[in-house]
């Protein structure tokens, strides 16, 4: 019996260790640098409005009104979606973290507000691994489709 609970305590210890392992460390590119988000790695794993490569492109998010609304709306659109929360906020920028449901793989997605152009630019990146089957495009999508329904 007692080496059965043994060997059931090191699988779960095991287990823990492996899921804790994928959320990896924050990378040390992240964030405003000379007014930019920082470029996309050669992976697929990537998403920014700032990469002017079809792999890694996609279109920022537009806005009217002042800075300040277009911040709360994209908090409140943010807050409302699963397994995400905001690290880091400032007047003009977001890092949120993003995880996925089964091995709580975490993903990095930043916004940075262009009041002048308009615009918020993404970028959205996986922490781990080489490919993302797509999904920090669709969680940048998804978050243009709430954007474009007023953040509802």
């Not at 009041?115 to 089957?133: C, P, Q, T």
Request: net charge positive; proline share 4%; with cysteine.
């Amino acid at each position: 019996m007692s080496a059965n609970l043994t060997l059931v305590s090191s699988m779960g210890l095991s287990l823990t260790l492996f899921i804790s392992g994928c959320s990896g460390v924050v990378p040390a590119n992240l964030g405003v640098k000379d007014g930019k988000l920082a470029p996309c790695p050669a992976t697929p794993n990537c998403v920014s409005s700032l990469s002017s490569d079809q792999e890694h492109g996609i279109a920022p998010l537009p806005f009217t009104g002042s800075a300040t609304e277009a911040m709360a709306r994209l908090k409140n659109i943010i807050a409302r979606m699963k397994r995400s929360g905001i690290i880091v906020e400032t007047g003009t920028y977001i890092h949120a973290e993003y995880r996925s449901a089964l091995f709580r793989f975490v993903d990095d997605v930043e916004f940075l507000i262009d009041d002048n152009g308009k615009v918020i630019h993404v970028r959205s990146a996986s922490r781990l691994g080489r490919s993302d089957f797509g999904v920090n495009r669709k969680r940048i999508e998804d978050i243009r489709a709430a954007w474009k329904d007023g953040g509802k």
